[in-house]
């Protein structure tokens, strides 16, 4: 009742101004609803799964050296967390050069998950290096203490484990 009352207090100008606008308003909405939803989505890209073989090589370059280790590669990078001692994370930086040989990487970045190596519980550590600083070090061109300096450490703190009262 107050719409009527309001629509009848406007002069006719006033109306027809209104009616104006709502009539550009409801065109408006539906164009853009007839051209979004008669345009057809774009195929999606088809990515080549280059990680899972990869993957596969890396875990088991680590079992030979008896790293327990668990690996993920995107395109960009290698990431790795290990459940041994804080020490193998050299033989994963080691491995990353025999998987560039089998067309794995090189990665921009190589991260490392440890445990921390001052053995406190739920506390790990990343080590983390780019990939020209890790080739650098491949190819002989700095060395191992170069190395331990160009690498980037952050300790970061777990939950702890959650355990089943009876």
Do not use: H
């Amino acid at each position: 009742m107050r719409l009527k009352a309001f629509f009848e207090s406007l002069t006719r100008e006033q109306r027809i101004l209104v009616a104006a606008f709502v009539a550009i308003n409801a065109f408006i909405f539906i164009v853009a609803v007839l051209l979004l939803s008669g345009d057809t989505p774009p195929e999606p890209l088809v990515w080549p799964d280059v990680g899972a073989p990869c993957e596969a090589y890396a875990a088991a370059s680590f079992r030979q050296q008896n790293v327990a280790a668990s690996v993920t590669i995107t395109r960009a990078a290698m990431f790795v967390t290990i459940d041994g001692p804080s020490t193998q994370a050299w033989d994963v930086f080691s491995t990353t050069a025999r998987l560039a040989t089998v067309g794995c990487g090189p990665y921009n970045l190589v991260r490392v998950d440890v445990p921390d190596p001052d053995g406190r519980p739920n506390v790990r550590l990343i080590y983390e290096l780019t990939g020209p600083e890790l080739q650098a070090w491949l190819d002989g061109k700095s060395s191992d203490v170069d190395l331990a300096e160009r690498m980037r450490r952050q300790v970061y703190q777990t939950a702890p484990q959650v355990t089943l009262t009876p």
